[in-house]
């Protein structure tokens, strides 16, 4: 799906921007209780938020397609481009619908941030709920991460895509906080993911000039392929270690900026 629109995945900068909106217009809807309306006009698009009893709802709407007059919304598109439902605590009580129909009239661009958008609505994380002093606030993050661990996490990652998709050869660099070795290599057109645990990582010395690493098997590994979309697995024995919360986060900003 969305073949026509796999000229580039969004920047780390875009990511970050869009990751803010959605943090800021739920906290917003948390604080005052009433629906928030946002819109990313580079994007095209519209964002609602509300909450009914124990649940967050989102909608997302192409901006250009609601009626709006001085700054207020007179008619929204309908149907939304995506709509889901939440629990405040429980991502995996969710329901979502993505017209992907729809999608395929957007630019490239647009259809990126819907679906990080969509990915946000549900993977926000409540980080303080004390509702009666109204101090909720939304953040997105993985449980079991710091900030600074998921920003290194990022900024590996992203040295690492980017200098195997622009070289085509093979990339490794560890991620200190978090005891991890992060590889990823290019063959045929595809890019691999692999994780491993560092601590379990050796270096051999071939000559006084030459070194090359040895490898246990991995704990994540993923294929972005332009052709078959996105595709991912795991080591079950990373359960109950804070790898787990790892794997879990490389594999949901994969998951989040490239195409399917």
């Known amino acids: 799906m969305f073949n026509k629109n796999k000229e580039r995945s969004l920047t780390e900068y875009e990511i970050s921007k869009i990751q803010d909106f959605i943090t800021n217009a ?10 928030v ?13 509300s909450a009914r009893d ?3 709802q989102g909608c997302i709407y192409q901006y250009s397609r609601c009626e709006i007059e001085n700054g207020s919304i007179v008619e929204l598109h ?3 481009l995506f709509a889901g439902q939440r629990h405040y605590l429980n991502i995996e009580d969710f329901d979502h619908f993505l017209d992907e129909n729809a999608l395929e ?5 647009s259809v990126q941030a819907c679906i990080l958008m969509s990915g946000l609505i549900r993977s926000f994380k409540l980080q303080n709920n004390n509702y009666e002093n109204g101090e909720n606030a939304a953040r997105i993050h993985h449980d079991d991460l710091t900030e600074s661990e998921e920003q290194q996490i990022v900024d590996v990652l992203k040295r690492c895509l980017l200098d195997t998709q622009k070289y ?3 990339k490794h660099e560890r991620i200190n906080a978090v005891d991890t070795m992060l590889q990823t290599t290019f063959e045929d057109g595809v890019i691999s993911v692999y994780l491993y645990k560092a601590s379990e990582c050796g270096i051999s010395m071939n000559s006084p000039f030459e070194m090359s690493f040895e490898f246990p098997d991995p704990i994540y590994w993923a294929d ?14 990373i359960r109950g270690t804070k790898y787990l919360a790892v794997c879990q986060f490389v594999n949901d900003c994969l998951a989040n900026t490239v195409r399917r």
Request: no cysteine; proline share 6%; aromatic share 10%.
């Open 37 to 49: 309306f946002d819109a990313m006009n580079e994007y095209d698009l519209l964002l609602s938020v």
């Open 54 to 56: 124990e649940y967050i």
């Open 224 to 237: 972005l392929d332009p052709r078959q979309g996105f595709s991912s697995g795991a080591n079950s024995e």
């Open 105 to 109: 009239y957007l630019d490239a661009d």
């Open 168 to 170: 085509q050869h093979t």
């Open 78 to 80: 309908d149907p939304p």
């Open 26 to 35: 739920v906290n917003q809807m948390l604080n005052s209780g009433e629906v």
